[in-house]
C-alpha cells in the first residue's frame, strides 16, 4: 500500500491533528475488515462481474472484497489530478496537501438575491451562481448551488451543467440521474472547449457520483463513473453516512463506514479502468438526535471531516469535504460561526476539495450571500494558514537597526515592499472608526454582501465561448 508520508505536506508551522499515526492505521485495517466480513451491496451486475473475478465473494448482490483488491486499488489509483478552466490557463491540482474550496449543489430552494425571498429553485439561479463563483477569489470551482425545476426533472443536471459552462471559466463538478445526463453533460463540455481531444487533454470538469446508502454501490452511479472513467473524466466517489442513523453513532464507526463505501467504489472503478483518477468524499454528518435530521452545522461534521482528510492523505488521495455550510435558515451569526468553523477545520486538516459553501438549512436552500460570505471567510483563514515566515529577510534587523529605537516604520521602502504580503485586507468586513463608517451610510456586513452579489450580476462578463459552441449546446439541451 502507498502510504503518504503525513509531514511532507507540512508547508507551513501550523500544526493540526485529529488522529495519530496508529488511530490512522487501526482505522484502515478496521475498514478492510468491514470490507471482507460485512461487504457492501453491489447493485450493478458488471461491477459485481469485475469484484467476482478479481476474488471477491458474491451472494446474490452482497460482494465481500478481499483487502488485496483494495490494497491493488490504492496502488492502481493516481494520487490525484488536475482539472482545467474551459479558458485552457486556470487550473487546479487536485492531490493531498491541497485544498480548493467550492459550492454544492441539488438545494430544492434558493435565496433571490434582489427580494431575499426562498423560492423554489430555477435555472436563473444556476446562472447567477456561476457568474458570482467565477467573480470570487477564493472560490475555485464551480457546483450549481441550485436544483432548477423549471425544466424537466429527468434533465435538470444537463442544464445544470450547462449553465455553470456558458457562465463560469473555473473547473467544474457534474452529476447525473442517468448515462444520458452524465454523455449529455460530456458533449456540453467537449463543445465549450473545442472537442472531446482537448477535453480528454484538459478535462474541465469531474463527476461527482454519491452512493446511495452505506456499504452500497448503486447501479446508476457506478455505471456513470465506469463511462466517465473509460472518458479521462476524473470521479470524486461519496461513501455516505449519517452517524446514528446509516453510520454507527460513534465518530470511529462512522470512519470504517465513511471509508469502507468510498474504498469499495474505487475498487470497483479501477477494476474497470486502472489508472482512472478518483477522489474519495464524504460528507460524514450526525443525526440530531431530536429530530432525526443531518446535521450540517455541527462540531462534528467538521471533526469527522478532519479526520477523513487524514485518512485520505494517509492512503495518499485527495478527498472532497464539506466547508461554507450551516443550518441556518439565514445569513445571521449562526451561519457565520457555523461556516467559519468548517473552514479552518478544512484548512487545518488539508481536505482536497471541500464543497457545500453556501448552503443554508441542512442543504435545502442555496445562498449568494453565504456564499460570498465564505469567500470573505476564507480569505482571512488562508491567510492565517500561510503563517510567520522567519528569514533574514523578514527578521529585518537591518531595517530595525537603521530606524533605531523610538523610530517609525510607516515610511520605510520595505513596509510598502512586504505590506500586501504580510497583511490581509478584507473586501466585506469594515474596518472604519465610527465616525467615517456612520458617513459612509452605517453599512453593515450583509449590506455589503449584497451590493458585492449585485454587482457582480450587473457587471461580469463570462469568459466567451468557442465560435459555434453555444448553438451546440443549445442544441443539446433542446433535445427531446
Known amino acids: 500500500m502507498k502510504v503518504l508520508d503525513m509531514s511532507s505536506i507540512d508547508s507551513i508551522n501550523l500544526k493540526f491533528q485529529v488522529l495519530s499515526d496508529k488511530d490512522l492505521e487501526r482505522i484502515y485495517q478496521a475498514t478492510l475488515e468491514c470490507l471482507e466480513r460485512t461487504g457492501v451491496n453491489v447493485l450493478n451486475v458488471e461491477a459485481r462481474d469485475l469484484f467476482a473475478r478479481a476474488g471477491a465473494s458474491v451472494d446474490g448482490v452482497r460482494v465481500r472484497i478481499p483487502r488485496q483488491v483494495i490494497q491493488k486499488a490504492l496502488k492502481t489509483c493516481p494520487n490525484g489530478f488536475t482539472l482545467w478552466g474551459r479558458d485552457g490557463k486556470t487550473r487546479m491540482d487536485v492531490f493531498p496537501g491541497q485544498v480548493h474550496f467550492g459550492p454544492g449543489l441539488t438545494s430544492s430552494y434558493f435565496i433571490d438575491p434582489y427580494t431575499g425571498e426562498r423560492q423554489r429553485s430555477r435555472r436563473q439561479d444556476v446562472a447567477a451562481s456561476a457568474r458570482v463563483i467565477d467573480s470570487l477569489e477564493n472560490i475555485d470551482y464551480a457546483m450549481g448551488l441550485a436544483l432548477p425545476e423549471d425544466v424537466a426533472p429527468e434533465r435538470s443536471p444537463v ?13 467544474l463538478m457534474a452529476w447525473g440521474q442517468s448515462l444520458e445526463n452524465i454523455q449529455d453533460i460530456y458533449r456540453i463540455a467537449a463543445a465549450a472547449v473545442g472537442g472531446e481531444e482537448a477535453l480528454r487533454e484538459k478535462p474541465i470538469f469531474a463527476l461527482f457520483a454519491v452512493g446511495l446508502g452505506p456499504l452500497v454501490i448503486p447501479n446508476t452511479i457506478i455505471a456513470n463513473a465506469f463511462w466517465a472513467a473509460e472518458r479521462g473524466i476524473p470521479i470524486v466517489y461519496h461513501g455516505p453516512g449519517v452517524a446514528g442513523i446509516s453510520a454507527p453513532v460513534t465518530g470511529a464507526g462512522t470512519l470504517v463506514v465513511e471509508l469502507a463505501g468510498c474504498l469499495a467504489g474505487l475498487a470497483a472503478i479501477q477494476l474497470k479502468k486502472p489508472g482512472a483518477p478518483v477522489c474519495l468524499g464524504s460528507v ?25 482528510s487524514e485518512l485520505a492523505t494517509y492512503l495518499n488521495l485527495p478527498l472532497m469535504g464539506t466547508s461554507g455550510a450551516s443550518e441556518a435558515k439565514t445569513v445571521d451569526l449562526q451561519a457565520a460561526i457555523e461556516s467559519t468553523t468548517q473552514v479552518i477545520f478544512s484548512l487545518l486538516s488539508r481536505t482536497t476539495i ?3 459553501a453556501g448552503f443554508l438549512d441542512c442543504a435545502d436552500i442555496g445562498s449568494l450571500e453565504m456564499l460570498v460570505m465564505n469567500d470573505e471567510i476564507i480569505g482571512m483563514a488562508r491567510r492565517i494558514m500561510r503563517g510567520i515566515e522567519v528569514s533574514d529577510a523578514t527578521l529585518m534587523l537591518d531595517l530595525i537597526d537603521r530606524v533605531g529605537p523610538g523610530g517609525e516604520f510607516i515610511s520605510a521602502k520595505e513596509t510598502a515592499r512586504h505590506f500586501r504580503k504580510e497583511i490581509w485586507l478584507p473586501r466585506l468586513m469594515d474596518r472604519q472608526p465610527w465616525n467615517q463608517w456612520e458617513r459612509n451610510g452605517s453599512l453593515s456586513m450583509l449590506d455589503n454582501i449584497r451590493n458585492r452579489i449585485r454587482n457582480i450580476l450587473e457587471t461580469h462578463v463570462p469568459y466567451p465561448l468557442p465560435d459555434g459552441a453555444l448553438e451546440k449546446i443549445n442544441a443539446i439541451l433542446e433535445k427531446n
Open 284 to 308: 460524514p454528518t450526525p443525526m440530531d438526535p431530536r429530530s432525526g435530521r443531518p446535521l450540517y452545522g455541527s462540531p462534528e461534521l467538521s471533526l469527522y471531516s478532519a479526520a477523513l
Open 159 to 171: 442544464f445544470e451543467f450547462a449553465e455553470m459552462v456558458m457562465n463560469a471559466r473555473k473547473p
Open 354 to 356: 471541500p464543497h457545500d
